[in-house]
């Protein structure tokens, strides 16, 4: 019922949208022309043909007896003409000044087919410019070939959405996507903080993108951090696992089918994690920070830190924040994995970041007994 309501308030919104310009215009060329056509209600027009009409046909046809004042056609012509010229001027000047603005839309989706047609947004100020990532044909079957496929349309849509922004800071982009975890990280990875994004969540209730907006003052849960430092030597420790659990607790039993349950973990998670938990953009700032803090932690720790296994159980807006929060000149290797229940392993692939211009790396972990 909430989302129908926000629905006809969007449509509201864009029904009265310029509609105080159009008032104004046409309440100025309306008033021009009455003006002018009350004049010409006298015997002004019966005149002029009866007129004609004995020139014509040479007859002699009485005119009207009410005279025709002449003067109160000039009056109205001098109020009424300036009138319609200067609501004409209004409806180009403001026509002229609005100028809309490019949005660029990325639209990703890899799990399943989706409509971007509805989103709860009012976009007529923006030009809209689609960027699809459609990867639903090559990860249909997993396997190297289709998943390296997939890799390459996703890098072409990147250079493709870096060229168009390039050199341009008025260009908004907004992330529509329902894709694959590694897909998303990576995405968020590669377009970096470049640019400035807004995120859309799909309501598979109601159908509909829904904007992660600014809300203040809206309370979000927050993350909490398990550790598990001792399993290792800090001193000589190479590899570590980080889990982040937003909508599912990630367990380490799935961990454990990887043989990497022997590795430091450290566990960001809400207590407990529950669907659609992203309700604010200040929340996805704020559990970014909080994964971007741990990062760093974890580097200035293990002084021979080579490599982090990082698994995820969230909303794509998150992961795409998280990719996003990575840099490569800072960070070690990373490696994300995709998770799926009925697989065995059920993190059955995963993809490394790419550091230095180098390709992205893919991983298909073997089924165990």
Known sequence: ?????????????????????????????????????????????????????????????????????????????????????????????????????????????????????????DFSDFNLESYPINQLDELKTIDSGNIHHALREQEKAVERVSSRIDGSSDIDVAYLGLAHIPMTV????????????????????????????????????????????????????????????????????????????????YYLHLNPPHRNAILSSEQLKAYKKKFRDLLDRVNQQYPH?????????GQPSLAYNLGSAINSRMDVEIWIYNHVRSENPKYKWGVKLPQRNRATELTINEARD
Do not use: C
Not at 92 to 108: E, G, N, R, Y
């Open 186 to 265: 990576l995405l968020g990875y590669r377009l970096s903080d470049k640019l400035n994004v807004s995120f859309f969540e799909w309501n598979q209730n109601d159908l509909i993108w829904e904007a992660i907006e600014s809300k203040s003052s809206v309370q979000y849960p927050p993350l909490f951090l398990d550790e598990n430092d001792t399993t290792q030597d800090i001193q000589t420790t190479k590899e570590i696992v980080i889990k982040v659990g937003i909508t599912y607790p990630i367990s380490d039993e799935d961990i454990q089918e990887l043989q990497l349950h022997n590795l430091n973990a």
């Open 305 to 313: 830190l080579q490599t982090i296994h990082l698994f995820y159980a």
């Open 1 to 121: 019922m909430k989302n129908r309501f926000k629905q006809v308030i969007q449509y509201t919104k864009k029904l009265l949208k310029g509609r105080h310009e159009k008032w104004i215009t046409r309440s100025l060329i309306g008033a021009g022309i009455l003006i002018i056509v009350s004049a010409f209600s006298q015997n002004v027009w019966m005149s002029f043909f009866i007129e004609i009409y004995n020139d014509q046909f040479n007859r002699n046809m009485p005119n009207p007896e009410d005279s025709i004042k002449y003067w109160y056609i000039i009056l109205s012509v001098i109020v009424g003409g300036p009138l319609i010229g200067l609501g004409l001027k209004f409806h180009f000047s403001t026509k002229q000044h609005k100028k809309l603005k490019p949005m660029i839309l990325i639209q990703h989706s890899s799990i399943q087919t989706v409509s971007y047609a509805n989103i709860d947004k």
